[in-house]
């Protein structure tokens, strides 16, 4: 029992001192209970060892301790890791290395751990870690991506949206100018022939009469045709315009036009026709408005009316 008692505890040899101890008794604290754990005395016996021979004894007690110890095989520990990550559904490639302060890193390999007073660590590098991450995380960097480009697309669309609306609103005032202008041409001429028949005694005159008549009649198909140019307006985006082309006499289509803004006593309007050519081909309204939008203008804006 001695003996195995002995070989329980190791002997020892200090580094400083050339002496070996070694256990030749074991007392434990509680007989009557002997367990592993149990607390228990020891006496230790010393030999003084010469100092030629500690080398050699050194040597015979680490290769004795060697034996002793199981060496660390890295790759049976990598399978073990291995099972482990795949467990927690961790596909990573890595390898294991065993590291001191005092060694440099070199390629994977296992060593014998002897008794020593070196620290001794498994370090594990991992070589995959960034295609890893990037196989992790691309499912929400592509869900991610496709919100990007989904808001991208809405304030695209939102743009687009709101340029075409300051388009329509553009083109409603011009519109809005235009018709008044449009409108508020014959109702000037309007009240100036129903002036000169009421208050110039022009309706006791037969002639100026039927002039501001035909007048009057002339202006009112002009409106008319006006409102059905309003109806028409609905139909553009269905079918292109079209323009009636006709063959007119330039006199008998600029001379009633002048003749409604001469109505009023203080516009003079001179006309010279200086065309080779008696008959043209034109659209008639489109002609009749462009001369009247251009009388109007003259009139309004210019300093002597003539």
Do not use: C
């Amino acid at each position: 029992m001695e003996q195995i008692d002995q070989l329980n505890i190791p002997p020892i040899i200090s580094s400083n001192d050339p002496t070996l101890y070694y256990t030749t008794k074991k007392e434990y604290n509680n007989p009557g209970n002997i367990a592993k754990d149990s607390s228990y005395s020891a006496t230790m016996k010393s030999i003084k060892i010469p100092e030629k021979q500690l080398p050699e004894l050194r040597a015979v007690f680490t290769k004795v301790f060697a034996l002793t110890m199981k060496t660390v095989n890295l790759k049976d520990l990598s399978s073990i890791v291995k099972k482990e990550l795949i467990k927690k559904n961790l596909d990573l490639d890595f390898k294991l290395f065993l590291v001191n302060k005092n060694v440099p890193l070199k390629d994977t390999f296992y060593i014998p751990v002897h008794i020593s007073k070196k620290d001794l660590w498994v370090k594990a590098e991992v070589t995959n870690l960034n295609a890893y991450i990037f196989k992790q995380n691309l499912i929400p960097l592509l869900i991610s991506l496709i919100l990007i480009l989904l808001s991208a697309g809405s304030l695209y669309f939102m743009a687009i949206t709101i340029r075409r609306q300051l388009k329509l609103d553009d083109l409603k005032n011009d519109f809005i100018n235009n018709m008044t202008h449009e409108l508020r041409t014959p109702i000037s001429i309007l009240k100036s022939s129903n002036e000169a028949l009421l208050h110039f005694n022009a309706i006791n005159d037969p002639d100026k009469a039927e002039r501001y008549l035909k007048i009057n009649d002339d202006i009112l198909n002009k409106l008319d045709h006006n409102v059905d140019r309003i109806l028409d307006i609905a139909q553009f985006n269905i079918q292109k315009p079209s323009v009636n082309l006709v063959k007119v006499i330039p006199d008998e289509l600029i001379i009633p036009v002048i003749s409604r803004f001469t109505v009023n006593r203080n516009v003079k309007i001179e006309y010279s026709n200086q065309l080779k050519d008696h008959e043209i081909y034109t659209d008639p309204y489109i002609i009749d408005t462009i001369l009247s939008n251009l009388f109007d203008n003259s009139i309004k804006y210019s300093r002597e009316k003539k």
